[in-house]
């Protein structure tokens, strides 16, 4: 897992300085943009899901009570995910809603 090494707070701009692992490194290569960083502590990681065998098929339940408290009204139907292996831990990410944001929709009156 990523270290915060500094921060640095000028006018508008943050710089944020991490130590990373080679294993994170490489995953990086030249990404530039779009990086989600987060603390993976017990306290920002403080949401229990369900987990367990259905048929041939493990599945991560995701109550609808969770669904209500993030303001997520539908989820995507195949939704964007990755498995990190960092330090032993095995994280989930997955993308759950789109933003819209930017994108102009258009419809025929």
């Known amino acids: 897992m990523a270290r915060l090494q500094s921060i640095d707070?000028?006018?508008?701009?943050i710089l944020v300085t991490l130590k990373i692992s080679e294993q994170e490194y490489e995953f990086l290569k030249s990404k530039s943009?779009?990086?989600l960083i987060i603390p993976t502590d017990e306290d920002t990681l403080n949401e229990t899901l369900t987990t367990g065998k259905l048929g041939n098929s493990n599945?991560?339940?995701l109550p609808n009570k969770i669904l209500k408290k993030y303001e997520i009204k539908k989820l995507l139907k195949k939704a964007s995910s990755k498995i990190f292996n960092s330090n032993g831990d095995k994280l989930l990410v997955i993308k759950l809603e789109e933003s819209k944001v930017?994108?102009?929709v258009f419809k025929e009156d």
Do not use: L
């Not at 707070?9 to 701009?13: G, Q, R, T, V």
């Open 9 to 13: 707070i000028k006018n508008e701009s």
């Open 33 to 35: 943009r779009e990086f």
């Open 59 to 61: 599945r991560i339940m």
């Open 102 to 104: 930017g994108i102009p």
